[in-house]
């Protein structure tokens, strides 16, 4: 695996999702997310899953970008208003906290892996994990129905 | 070579950058934005923990393939929820949602 894929992936990963968080323009913020998953899909198939890579693809940089766009046309939100500056203290240094807890957590592992076939990934979907499997399906039954049923215009 | 350590720092980052735009954004929408780079970056911390610590079974991938999962559906939602909103108040930042009753 290469270090230089791993670190310009990462890069864009990274800028990618700033300018999701700071862009005050909502439409480059959308885009922005578009991209930053496509790259996340790339950081999957450097983990050896494609099938996680092409999910990725398919559901986070296809799919929600789109309906995101879809949200602030509708609303017609193309701009955000600045927060106040405490906010932005306040979530600096919760960031930063958060950040260097995890980071005095972190070792340096240094096992190499072999990647797992989609057929293996999809096997064990279906034996290991099929409850949750089934739960999940009801639950994106439920999300679809609950959201037509919000989202409907209501007979005045 | 790539250790875990680079995936998990990576992960922890974009999870950082991800809680800062939940605080500081003031559009529904971007809100909703920056939850789904918290998911997506729990989802990285699984899938990379599932391929260097459980090289037999990838449970962790199942997991991530869930995250994606249920983060679909809470768009979905949230977006329908927004919507409303938006009819309600002709707003979608977070400050006119004040109330729990229409």
Known sequence: MSVLGFAILAGLILA?????????????????????????????????????????????????PILTLFIIMTTQSRRVRPAAGVFYL???????????GLWAYLGAPQEAFRPLSPEGLGARLLTVTLLPFEVASVLLLLAMVGAVVLARRREA | MITLGHFLA?????????????????????????????????????????????????????????????????????????????????????????????
Do not use: C
Request: without cysteine; proline residues 1%.
């Open chain 1, 16 to 64: 990618g999702a700033l300018v999701v968080v700071l862009s005050e323009n909502i439409v480059h913020a959308a885009v922005a997310l578009a991209f930053t998953f496509f790259f996340i899909a790339g950081l999957y198939v450097l983990l050896g899953s494609p099938l996680l890579a092409v999910i990725q693809f398919a559901v986070n940089a296809a799919a929600i």
């Open chain 2, 10 to 102: 990576l992960s922890a980052v974009l999870f950082a950058i991800g809680l800062f735009g939940v605080i500081t954004r003031r559009n529904l929408i971007a809100v909703l934005m920056s939850v789904e780079i918290l998911l997506n970056a729990a989802a990285i911390a699984f899938a990379a923990t599932a391929a260097y610590k459980d090289p037999v079974f990838f449970s962790g991938q199942l997991f991530a393939l869930f995250i994606m999962v249920v983060a679909a559906a809470e768009l979905s939602i949230g977006f329908a929820i927004l919507l409303n909103v938006f009819r309600h108040t002709g707003s979608a930042a977070t400050d006119v949602v004040e109330e729990m009753r229409g």
């Open chain 1, 90 to 100: 306040v979530a600096g240094v919760l960031a930063v906290v958060f950040l260097a």
